[in-house]
């Protein structure tokens, strides 16, 4: 079974796509698609504003990049849901 990046498992538990995500961060799709398949790094404002996307502290989002999963997914998941 393929492990999937943080970003993407945000995005799965959200339900939104990758377009969505990348127009609320006013940011092109292909830049997002790089962040999430780890081709690009992630520069701290960027890492602020995808949090604040989905409701989470950026040390949060950070540590769950750093430790590679979704600490909490229940959690994370509450916090995604009241924002939507």
Do not use: C, H
Not at 8 to 21: P, T, V, W
């Amino acid at each position: 079974m393929k492990k999937l990046t943080v970003l993407k498992q945000l995005r799965a538990m959200s339900g939104f796509g990758q377009q969505e995500i990348a127009n609320a961060l006013k940011i092109e799709r292909s830049t997002y698609t790089k962040w999430e398949n780890k081709e690009k790094d992630l520069a701290l404002s960027q890492i602020t504003q995808i949090a604040a996307f989905y409701g989470l502290g950026p040390n949060a989002l950070t540590k769950m990049i750093l430790d590679g999963y979704v600490s909490s997914p229940d959690v994370v998941a509450s916090l995604i849901n009241k924002k939507i």
